[in-house]
């Protein structure tokens, strides 16, 4: 065994740490078989203050040792199956210590480095489980609009990943029996969800593209934005340029990221397309924006989403 105050650096980030430190615990903690994860975690948890003092170092170690691996290893799912309990064991002991901010953003930054993850390698990985955990720590800071949100993300999970069993998992009944929506308008969605699944294969961009489709916030379901992640937004920007892609396609390729911009905004509720007798329009968005001079554009905003070369004239039918 090293000496105490032993001073060893992480080959990945370049960072100094002393023998026995918290750091070096992290260390330890990243790499040991599942066997002694719970011993390492414990010790590591012995060091509140510290976990505490250094949470933002704590959580890009995480990230970049798990992206070494995964890259080292390649075996996609295998690899993250083993993180995801090293990153979800620190955040449920976090929420158990009546921590819930940090929870969640332990939580949070496990996801994105799924969807992430799961953009550059287009192969799927099942979400489920960090989207409820995501939900509950959300529902440990009493906002339970977001949590809505992200229960349901989980729930459209499980339903890509088994059509059949979907209602009988924690998903489901977080927002019925925990948030007390009405069991119809849940299992409206799901099965919804499962019909728009059965015909088509699965997309990197789920489970957000499956809740723009079915735009819960039209059915009174949640004001809550859902989160933004710059890489399915990347995504659906490189769609605008697929070789080989109808017009059509495009056009609904580009509604559909416009309709995901605005349901990462607070204050802003996608409901539409809007349809009246003599008009059409793309998108109609519920307008209660935080910022005076965005909620002064009214209550309601149409938007139009036009796919030309050339620069779209203010003029026109209206």
Not at 96 to 108: C, H, I, K, T
């Amino acid at each position: 065994m090293a000496a105490q105050g032993m001073v060893r650096s992480c080959r990945l980030t370049g960072g100094h740490y002393a023998h026995g430190s918290f750091p070096h615990v992290v260390h330890l903690y990243l790499h040991v078989p599942q066997r002694l994860e719970k011993r390492v975690l414990a010790v590591l948890f012995r060091m509140l203050p510290d976990a505490l003092r250094w949470f933002g170092e704590m959580l890009t170690e995480f990230s970049v040792h798990t992206e070494a691996v995964l890259r080292a290893a390649g075996r996609f799912s295998e690899v993250l199956q083993a993180f995801e309990q090293k990153w979800l064991n620190v955040g449920v002991t976090l929420l158990n210590n009546g921590l819930p901010n940090e929870a969640g953003e332990v939580f949070s930054r496990w996801y994105q480095f799924v969807r992430e993850s799961e953009l550059e390698h287009r192969k799927q990985y099942k979400k489920g489980t960090v989207l409820w955990w995501i939900g509950q720590s959300r529902r440990a800071l009493r906002r339970d609009d977001e949590s809505k949100n992200w229960f349901l993300l989980a729930m459209l999970e499980d339903v890509r990943i088994n059509q059949a069993t979907w209602h009988t998992l924690p998903a489901r009944d977080s927002l019925v029996k925990g948030l007390q929506i009405a069991a119809a308008v849940v299992d409206e969605l799901g099965r919804e969800a499962a019909a728009l699944c059965e015909s088509r294969p699965w997309s990197p961009t789920e489970p957000e593209s499956v809740w723009l489709a079915l735009k819960p916030h039209k059915r009174r379901f949640t004001r809550a934005p859902i989160p933004f992640l710059k890489g399915l937004a990347a995504q659906m920007m490189t769609s605008l340029s697929l070789p080989g892609a109808t017009r059509v396609e495009t056009g609904d390729s580009l509604e559909r990221l416009v309709t995901y911009l605005f349901a990462t905004e607070q204050g802003f509720e996608v409901v539409g397309p809007s349809r009246a007798p003599d008009a059409q329009h793309d998108i109609l968005i519920r307008n209660n924006h935080h910022d005076a001079a965005v909620s002064g554009l009214g209550d309601y905003l149409l938007v139009e989403c036009k796919n030309w070369s050339t620069k779209n004239s203010r003029a026109g039918n209206s």
